[in-house]
């Protein structure tokens, strides 16, 4: 079992910036890749960013540029750091990981979740 806590989710105003943090616990030996997925009350879960083992990116097409994912050297912590955020990204931002070095867009490939962080950008 994998272990993951979000944190850093809060109240700003839009143009601003929040760092987003998940920290992996419990089995985190072996190749695993994280990625960052949000909800908003009625949709489904959407994909915001993946990290995989190695490095590699993948971005939703309407964060690119705005924000970016990354991960420590120990590859247990998952980052986003989240800027010039618009009323449009409010939303529960949830961390996720799959077994495996690969990264991917689909929720449904993550055995692990976090309980989620509230993220809401006053307009």
């Known amino acids: 079992q994998v272990q993951l806590v979000e944190s850093g989710g809060g109240l700003v105003q839009a143009g601003e910036s929040l760092r987003l943090s998940c920290a992996a616990s419990g089995r985190t030996t072996g190749r695993y890749a994280m990625g960052w997925f949000r909800q908003t009350p009625g949709k489904e879960r959407e994909f915001v960013t993946a990290?995989?083992?190695?490095?590699?990116?993948l971005y939703a097409d309407y964060v690119q540029g705005r924000f970016t994912a990354s991960r420590d050297g120990a590859k247990n912590t998952l980052f986003l750091q989240m800027n010039s955020l618009k009323p449009e990204d409010t939303a529960v931002y949830f961390c996720a990981a799959r077994m495996g070095a690969a990264a991917s867009r689909i929720h449904n490939e993550y055995e692990y979740w976090g309980q989620g962080t509230q993220v809401t950008v006053s307009s």
């Open positions: 990290v995989t083992w190695v490095g590699g990116k």
